[in-house]
């Protein structure tokens, strides 16, 4: 990767990075009427992922989706103008957190029901193919979707196909509060799964930019050759609790230990460390990304602030199309 | 002379010409390029239109629900056939979350154009797995629209709307219906949805009757005629959206109303039915509307108890006689005991 | 003096005393064990009987219920739980196909005894997938009960009679509910399923509620009183079987019927006892019934949509004084407008 | 096994084929009216397994029931009833050939969704162990069944928590008229996806009596003793139409030649050759075995005409227990 690309990178990850931050610091205004999963901790997945798509290539994703929306280019006002259910939101107020979408960026939509956009995303590679376009689709979701059968109706039917999609499994060890041990087989590895299907399967640490990028670009390269799909899992991990702004390892679900172990591998810490040791740029450079993203922040702000909320005759609009 | 089709012709009539006229639609669903076709709804598409555009699936209910949707998402307009509604509840949270409210919860940006068929499995032991009839459900949610069609000129001219439609329409086709034979212009050609008909003109009182119980409806009518008692029929075709201002008509004029449906009577079609008349015409009814429908309880598989379990034409006519007040007599229905478990001596089993 | 309890703290105690008393209850869902306990109402139970029989589970809802029911076929007796009705759908094939049927279908071989716990989200932009209210369809289904409960005495005494019932139960919470409080008795009691209740005494008119909207109903009838008028309110507690005698009973008494549903308007609860009372008692109304439901349309997210979507206790108002031919005027809830996306000050989201 | 074993064996499976190739020849008299799936052709897979099961020991099967409920000991006279419809049936008449049942015989149920009995078996054998007994709990099903969500569901469950259940795939190559091909994977054996869950899977020709009883002796041996759940794959194969008493070769959808090609491989055929072979037995041993089978179908038959359809007041009862 060139180095302007890698500073691009550390961008994109420092930028969902200082949005769910603000987000979480907002929250308690008690502005945003809606379910956030904020995805700090996480955001190396993402960006290492769309970094390998192109704008015309499709991402669906779950509840936790703002990093990916914006890390395939989603509209930042639209997203946070629906946070605060504005007519200007993405989705006209109408949906909200768990409900994004920006067409134009090629992010299809994001819905919250675990595992339920999986076989959607499969369904449109199978349109692209139909319709004999070249595009390639990702699919991002947690460790709990793969325990939902319509996940293995999902793959085997891209197998079976021959589809260009791609499953992003974001492993983060948790599903709100129940850890792996009470939901799958000790010692059973998720990507294994993909294998029986005759997937090609892999894992890789989620926290490091290159490892997901590596991965990513492969399995792009596979859907567009006609290979059919792949399936990637990465370990990492959720800062926050699971829904809202605050942290809650008070909770004793998990220990303050494992969370600060994973705070040291942050990922857009290691991949900041990398590039200054590498001489790719240094410390004041990332201030001036800071400053510039702070001003974007901003400006959001003002903008979902400002705008007006939907009004009431948009109650029964777009019921049907 | 107009030419004649049967239902299930009608249906494949309509199935092929949409996919010639436009190179979106496609059909998948078990069994649908397979000898037997549907029950010959699908026979020979494969054929015309290639296994790219007819295609046979995993048994993956859900998720290949999921599948024609995505699809739908990015422009295509998919046609999925489940060969019993039972089969179809396991798709039941893509069809409800996903398809049904993806227009609205992402402020219009996009809609999903899909047909999902679903059939009504009845007779010869289908059982309580293989003939439910969940009209209501559909009915219940928002942003589905449902349809279900009687003759083979509305089957054609419906399914062809229905595949037309920016949105996830719910078509349900009842299996004693495929037989029928009607006219079926050649032509591509529509009938709106969301649209009733009055199918037989009467003054005394008011059927409004779903799917295969228009049939039975017809009889009574006829039996009734044969005392001086009109009925009007009405056909409702779509039930959601529910044309109520036909239907609230014909009960301003006749006073009297019953609702025939093919599912189980309580917090079924006819409630719904009977609710839009209390509030719109209260005043205008002159005794009780009654529901005929299936008792609330499962579908027994012998034969013996089916004949108690399916309402026919003969209690139709009962009901009838009894909210006009005339004298119980026994009433024949002019049709074969056979018909209590096959729509006719055609129907041979298993399925 | 009666104690008093919380509504999740009388499901909470209803769950704990039937574990005690019988070894076959065991309760199983998505978080069941976890520091929240499904809003407190599944706390301390693992501590006190162990993982065996308080169980978290796979995000795995239509095997999960396929399990249950399984267990339930040997001698046990479950108690699923789902945070929101959206996700149940999931296991929609399960419930129907097979809890529901099971003891049908078998000739009574086995029955089916498993109380499906569900919750309905509402506020803070819970939005279109975690939101529906669907007890309309399940009522709708032959072989399932479905039990609605409002208050913490009642609350508790129904899923007690719930767990000892040997059928498919559908229990649903409303989330704005949890926080209210009321008396409790200490003691292991049941409250029978099948029974609605009149919970406030009136003459001039009936209203019939579900779940949350009997809350509303009463503002309704408070604000109703100081212009003279006198709302009976029935708390329908079990839509299925439903208690169609005591809304009779009422409506011949008063004349005129309302019905107050936290569900969709069309093919909805309104529909089913608005069609009954027209079957039933059509010459007492003395005028036309009216269903206050959700409109039909996706549950909004914004906070400013949910304000139009969510009927409160003025839309009941102002449909009464309509009812009775009564001048409009602007009516106040004399409840602060944060209530309409928010139960009360104590729900701060996020969910 | 012994050659008193094997001789019962041998005679269950001749039972099962006897009875099942009447039922083909009185159905076209349409008094049997419902939909039924013979299992001409299976027969060893059925008896094989739960020649290996106790009779405390539970089943469930789907919608081709009939060799399942035999062989594990179900009431034949009561199965027949069923199929006629009559209150005497297993079911009282209300469920037909699709729903068997016979409690005594620890057959808990079939019902014909596809799959859909397969968690409820996985339940059964969470019962039995939070009861604290010492059964094994065995779900028959078709090749098919895999491909639905919920099997994986099941599955992943049985391993999280080593129930005593045995997974038994019939795979018979179509579902209905369509092949492996449309539905699965190119050279995806079923049997790795169990593996995919850390299930022990193993795969066998389910026209071998010995290989069926071999691998089903090792999985209940294992289910005893805590070591959960076992995949079973077995290759077979169906003579009959799909549904119905006819052979529909003719329609297409498979060669006569792939089915001739089966036919000499019949397991009852391949299992006397090996008896006769070994001495076990003579052939004048299976016509006596044949002409007391020929009697007790008789009579089965006779019981089911004879016998009374369920009356009008059946229709409302047994709803709710
Ligand atoms: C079908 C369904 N079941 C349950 C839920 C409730 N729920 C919301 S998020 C979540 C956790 C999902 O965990 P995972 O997939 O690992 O994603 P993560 O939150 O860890 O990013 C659950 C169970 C849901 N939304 N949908
Ligand atoms: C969920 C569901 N989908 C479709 C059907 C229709 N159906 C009945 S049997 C069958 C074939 C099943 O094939 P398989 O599981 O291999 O069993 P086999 O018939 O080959 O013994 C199908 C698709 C059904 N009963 N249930
Ligand atoms: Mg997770
Ligand atoms: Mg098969």
Redesign the pocket.
């Known amino acids: 990767m060139t180095p302007k690309l890698l500073k691009e990178l550390f961008y994109r990850m420092l930028r969902i990075r200082m949005i769910e931050e603000k987000i979480a610091d907002l929250y308690p205004e008690q502005e945003m009427r809606c379910p956030v ?1 904020l995805c700090i901790g996480q955001e190396a997945v993402a960006v290492g992922v769309c970094a390998n798509l192109s704008r015309a290539d499709y991402v669906f994703s ?3 989706s703002h990093g990916h929306y914006l890390a395939k280019g989603g509209d930042f006002k639209a997203m946070l103008a629906e946070l605060y259910g504005k007519k200007t939101g993405c989705s006209e107020g109408k949906g909200g957190s768990m409900h994004l979408v920006d067409l134009s960026a090629g992010f299809l939509g994001a819905t ?5 956009t999986i076989p959607i995303a499969v369904g449109a590679a199978l349109g692209t193919m139909l319709r004999g376009e070249r595009r390639v689709t990702a699919v991002f ?5 793969v325990e ?1 059968g319509v996940f293995h109706e999902s793959i085997n039917f891209a197998v079976l196909k021959k589809l260009p999609v791609i499953f992003i499994c ?3 060890f ?3 509060y129940s850890p792996l041990s009470v939901r799958q087989p000790e010692r059973r590895e998720i990507f294994k799964l993909a294998r029986g299907y005759g997937a090609p399967g892999f894992q890789a640490d989620g926290n490091d930019l290159f490892e997901v990028c590596g991965l990513a670009e492969s399995a792009v390269r596979r859907a567009q050759q006609g290979g059919g799909p792949t399936f990637l899992e990465f370990k990492t991990y ?1 800062w926050r609790e ?2 809202g702004p605050n942290y809650d390892n008070d909770l004793g679900y998990r220990t303050e230990a494992e969370f600060q172990s994973w705070k040291k591998r942050c990922p857009v810490e290691k991949l900041k460390k990398h590039l200054v040791k590498e001489g790719i740029f240094n410390i004041r450079d990332t201030e001036g990304m800071s400053e510039k993203i702070q001003k974007e922040i901003e400006e959001a702000i003002a903008f979902a602030r400002k705008s007006p909320f939907p009004e009431k005759s948009l109650l029964m609009e777009n019921i049907y199309a | 002379m107009s030419r004649e089709l049967k239902f299930f012709q009608a249906v494949n009539e309509a199935t092929d010409q949409s996919m010639a006229r436009d190179k979106a639609v496609y059909t998948m669903g078990l069994g649908v390029p397979d000898p037997k076709g549907i029950f010959g709804t699908t026979l020979g598409l494969q054929d015309k239109y290639g296994s790219d555009r007819v295609m046979d699936m995993p048994a993956s209910e859900n998720g290949m629900t999921g599948v024609v949707i995505g699809s739908a998402l990015v422009g295509m307009r998919p046609i999925m056939t489940h060969q019993r509604i039972d089969f179809a509840l396991l798709s039941i ?1 893509q069809i409800v979350n996903q398809a049904a409210k993806w227009h609205y919860m992402f402020g219009g940006k996009r809609s999903v154009p899909l047909v999902i068929r679903m059939l009504i499995g009845r007779g010869w032991g289908q059982g309580p797995q293989h003939s439910q009839s969940l009209q209501a459900w559909f009915a219940h949610v928002p942003g589905l629209k449902v349809v279900m069609p009687v003759t083979p000129y509305d089957a054609k001219g419906l399914l062809i709307s229905s595949i037309e439609d920016n949105n996830p329409v719910i078509f349900i086709e009842h299996r004693w219906l495929y037989n029928i034979t009607g006219p079926v212009p050649e032509k591509f050609y529509r009938v709106p949805l969301g649209k009733a008909k009055v199918v037989r003109k009467g003054t005394d009182l008011t059927i409004v009757a779903t799917s295969y119980m228009v049939l039975e409806a017809f009889r009574a009518a006829e039996i009734l005629a044969g005392s001086g008692i009109h009925a009007e029929i009405i056909d409702i075709r779509t039930l959601k959206p529910l044309d109520d201002s036909l239907i609230l008509d014909s009960v301003r004029k006749t006073g009297r109303l019953i609702v025939a449906d093919t599912g189980w009577k309580s917090f079924g079609v006819g409630a719904e039915i009977i609710a839009r008349v209390a509030e719109e015409a209260l005043a205008d009814l002159k005794s009780p509307p009654v529901r005929v429908a299936l008792p609330d309880c499962p579908t027994p598989t012998s034969p013996e108890l089916s004949r108690y379990y399916y309402p026919r034409a003969i209690n139709i006519v009962a009901v009838v006689r009894q909210m006009l007040g005339m004298p119980k007599k026994k009433i024949v229905s002019g049709i074969k005991d056979i018909s209590l478990d096959i729509p006719g001596d055609w129907f041979k089993g298993p399925f």
Do not use: I, K, T
């Not at chain 1, 919250?112 to 339920?116: D, I, K, T, W, Y």
């Not at chain 1, 979701?141 to 979707?145: H, M, S, V």
């Open positions: 999963h779950g509840h936790r919250p029901v675990v595992g339920s979701f947690g460790e709990a979707a939902e974001e492993n983060n948790f599903s709100v959720r699971h829904c | 949270e």
